[in-house]
């Protein structure tokens, strides 16, 4: 998938809701990716956190919602969207930035508790907290660091109202990383 149709896809389909949170698909993705510019992140990450979500984008038919009892494995969807696009890097945010959450419940004990109910209603569709092994092979893949920050930045994207830059502000950032 090119820029240019990512930015089509967020322009035309970012309206819908994040889950049942109460911010858009388009808000959440320019909320994430402020608070990564916002820590200094690199670029990579920061176009990670801005398009970890866009397997929700893609799923034909109705949006994840909370109500749902199968995982539609948007992180995977989003990374194969990706993949000819983006740098390994930034695919990897996408691809594991719901495994971060799972290996977040696995090693800090207060993370569960401030995960919103949403969050921790698609967690047991998504598999639960790791346990202690599998939190171990999941860190030790590249890029898994990345994507556990990018994973607090997600989990505290969801403001309603919040300012953020617009979506413009991200296009010569994603320009810049595109392979093409
Ligand atoms: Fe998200």
């Given at each position: 998938?090119?820029i240019?149709?990512?930015?089509?896809?967020?322009?035309?389909?970012?309206?819908?809701?994040y889950?049942?949170?109460?911010?858009?698909?388009?808000?959440?993705?320019?909320?994430?990716?402020?608070?990564?510019?916002?820590a200094?992140?690199?670029?990579?990450?920061?176009?990670?956190?801005?398009?970890?979500d866009l397997g929700?984008?893609?799923e034909s038919?109705?949006?994840?919602?909370?109500?749902?009892?199968v995982?539609?494995?948007h992180?995977?969807?989003?990374e194969?969207?990706?993949?000819?696009t983006?740098?390994?890097?930034?695919?990897?945010?996408?691809?594991?930035?719901v495994?971060?959450k799972?290996?977040?419940?696995?090693?800090?004990?207060?993370?569960?508790?401030?995960?919103?109910p949403v969050?921790?209603?698609?967690?047991?569709?998504?598999?639960?907290?790791?346990?202690?092994d599998?939190?171990?092979?999941?860190?030790?893949?590249?890029?898994?660091d990345?994507?556990v920050?990018?994973r607090?930045?997600d989990d505290?994207?969801?403001?309603p109202?919040?300012?953020?830059?617009?979506?413009?502000?991200f296009?010569?950032?994603l320009?810049?990383?595109?392979?093409?």
């Open positions: 998938m090119d240019d149709s990512i930015i089509v896809l967020y322009r035309t389909r970012g309206g819908i809701a889950g049942g949170e109460s911010v858009s698909q388009l808000d959440h993705a320019l909320q994430c990716a402020l608070l990564a510019r916002l200094g992140e690199p670029d990579e990450v920061i176009a990670g956190a801005l398009l970890h929700h984008l893609l038919g109705t949006d994840s919602l909370p109500t749902d009892r995982d539609h494995r992180q995977i969807i989003g194969q969207a990706l993949a000819r983006m740098s390994s890097r930034v695919a990897a945010c996408v691809r594991l930035h495994d971060a799972r290996y977040l419940c696995a090693t800090e004990p207060d993370y569960l508790s401030g995960l919103s969050s921790v209603k698609s967690l047991g569709l998504q598999g639960g907290p790791f346990d202690r599998q939190a171990n092979r999941f860190i030790d893949q590249p890029f898994a990345d994507a920050r990018v607090r930045y505290q994207a969801k403001i109202g919040q300012v953020t830059p617009l979506l413009d502000e296009v010569p950032l320009r810049r990383l595109s392979a093409w």
